[in-house]
C-alpha cells in the first residue's frame, strides 16, 4: 500500500503467549493501514517479556491517527510521542474533530515539556487539560459533559499509556489462578478463596470494595449472604437498578421475591403484587433510608447499606415499575453518580447482571480489579469484548457462590450454616 501518513509504535509485553501481537496487526489492516515489523525481540523464557516496533502507514494523517489511537487500547505506544495537541470545544457536548478517543488503561500526557497523570482514566471519553491549573489537570470527560472552552486532546500524539503489570505469580495476584477470562470448570472453592483473598487485600490497603448486582441475588436467597458481607465491611458501595433493590425489599416485607416463597420456593396466593405493592410502600415513605429510619424496612441488603452507612448507586431503565423513590431515571445523572462512587474502589465484583456490570466496566480503570460471577458465560466475554480486559468470569450459581464467599470472608456467618 503506498500511503502518504507513517509513524512508528513500540509494545512491550508477552506478545506470543498473549496474542496480542497478532491483534495489533489486525486492528492495523481492520482499521485501513499498513505495517513493517521493524524490529522484534523474542523473550528467551516464559518470565521474559517480548518487543516489538512497527512502522504504521495509512493514507492520510487523519486515518493514521485513528490506527494509532485504535492500537493504544492494546497497549501500543509512539516511539516518539511528542506532546499533545490541543484544541478548544466551541459546543456543550461536543469534542472538536479529531478528539483523542480514551482507554481506561493508566494514562500520561506531555503537556510542555512534562508527563501528566491523567486523573480518572475512562474508556470512550475525552481528554481535557485545564491548561490554567498550576501544575496543569488532565482528567478525563464523557461527551455529555464537555463545556465550550475546554481544552481537548486531539491525536495519538503526547499520549502514552500503560497497561497493568502481569501476575508475577499466584501468591501475589489474585487473579494468577483464572488463566482463562471465563472460568467454569476450576475448582469452586479455590475460586472463592483467591476472590476472598482479593477483598481483603483491598481492605488492607485501605481500599474500597464495589459489588454490582442483579436481582438474581434476591432471586436465588443469597440476600443473607449479602447482608453479612455488609455487616462485616466487605460491602463499600453498590451499583445496581430498580430490580434488586425492589425485589430485596418484597423479600423483606413479604418473604416473597417476584411472589416466590424464598423458603418453600413456590408462588404465594396474591404474590405477584407484592412487588409493586414493596415500591408503593417506600414511595410512600419518601426513600429507602426514611423507610428504615421510620422502621417500616427492618431487613434485607438495603436495611443493611442504611444502617451501616454504605453508599448505593441506583440507576433504572425504561421497563422498571414504580421506580424507588431512590432510583435515577436520567441515565446521564446516573453515570455521573455511579462514576462518583468510584473514588478509592480497589476491588469490583460484579454478580448476576449484564446490563449494570458492562456499564461499570465502561468506567472503571483497567488498574482496578474486577470479577464477574454469572450463569451465563456471555456476560464476561461481552464485558471484555467491550474493553474491560482485566474482566476474570467464574460461571456458576450466585447464590451458592456467595453463600461461600460470605462463609471465607465472615466466620460467624459460617457458623449460622
Not at 482528567?139 to 503489570?165: E, L
Not at 409493586?276 to 429507602?288: D, V, Y
Not at 447482571?353 to 461481552?382: F, R
Amino acid at each position: 500500500m503506498s500511503g502518504q501518513a507513517t509513524d512508528t509504535v513500540e509494545i512491550t509485553g508477552h506478545l506470543m503467549d498473549s496474542g496480542i501481537l497478532s491483534r495489533v496487526l489486525s486492528d492495523i489492516r481492520e482499521y485501513g493501514g499498513d505495517h513493517v515489523v521493524e524490529r522484534f525481540d523474542l523473550g528467551h523464557n516464559s518470565a521474559d517479556t517480548s518487543y516489538a516496533r512497527i512502522l504504521v502507514t495509512a493514507d492520510d494523517e487523519e486515518s493514521l491517527q485513528r490506527v494509532l489511537m485504535r492500537l493504544q487500547t492494546r497497549g501500543v505506544n509512539l516511539v516518539h510521542p511528542g506532546q499533545v495537541t490541543l484544541s478548544e470545544a466551541d459546543t456543550d457536548g461536543v469534542f472538536p474533530d479529531g478528539f483523542y478517543s480514551t482507554t481506561n488503561l493508566e494514562t500520561r500526557v506531555k503537556f510542555r515539556d512534562r508527563w501528566h497523570l491523567v486523573e480518572n482514566p475512562e474508556m470512550d471519553c475525552g481528554l481535557i487539560v485545564d491548561v490554567d491549573a498550576e501544575p496543569p489537570r488532565v482528567y478525563t470527560v464523557p461527551m455529555s459533559d464537555a463545556k465550550a472552552g475546554m481544552h481537548v486532546v486531539c491525536g495519538a500524539a503526547g499520549v502514552k499509556v500503560t497497561t497493568p503489570a502481569p501476575a508475577s505469580g499466584v501468591e501475589h495476584e489474585v487473579f494468577g489462578f483464572m488463566e482463562s477470562e471465563v472460568s467454569s470448570e476450576k475448582p469452586q472453592t479455590l475460586l472463592v478463596r483467591q476472590v476472598a483473598d482479593g477483598m481483603r487485600e483491598a481492605k488492607a490497603a485501605g481500599k474500597r470494595i464495589l459489588w454490582v448486582g442483579g436481582p438474581g441475588v434476591v432471586h436465588t436467597g443469597a440476600a443473607p449472604a449479602m447482608v453479612a458481607m455488609v455487616e462485616a465491611g466487605y460491602v463499600d458501595v453498590l451499583f445496581a437498578g430498580n430490580a434488586l433493590a425492589t425485589h430485596d425489599i418484597e423479600s423483606a416485607l413479604y418473604g416473597t421475591s417476584l411472589g416466590v416463597d424464598l423458603t418453600r420456593g413456590r408462588g404465594v396466593e396474591h404474590g405477584h403484587e407484592h412487588h409493586i405493592r414493596a415500591l408503593n410502600t417506600i414511595r410512600k415513605a419518601g426513600s429507602i433510608a426514611a423507610a428504615v429510619e421510620q422502621g417500616v424496612l427492618t431487613g434485607g441488603i438495603m436495611h443493611a447499606l442504611v444502617t451501616h452507612g454504605k453508599d448505593f448507586v441506583l440507576v433504572g431503565s425504561v421497563r422498571d415499575d414504580g421506580p424507588l423513590p431512590d432510583v435515577y431515571t436520567d441515565v446521564l445523572e446516573g453515570q455521573r453518580a455511579m462514576r462518583a462512587g468510584l473514588k478509592e474502589v480497589g476491588f469490583c465484583l460484579m454478580v448476576a447482571t449484564m446490563l449494570h456490570s458492562v456499564a461499570t466496566g465502561n468506567i472503571l480503570p483497567a488498574s482496578i480489579p474486577l470479577v464477574c460471577v454469572d450463569i451465563n458465560p456471555a456476560t464476561v466475554t461481552k464485558l471484555a469484548d467491550r474493553g474491560s480486559s482485566q474482566a476474570r468470569g467464574i460461571v456458576t450459581d450466585v447464590g451458592l457462590f456467595l453463600e461461600q464467599l460470605a462463609m471465607e470472608v465472615v466466620p460467624a456467618y459460617q457458623r449460622q450454616g
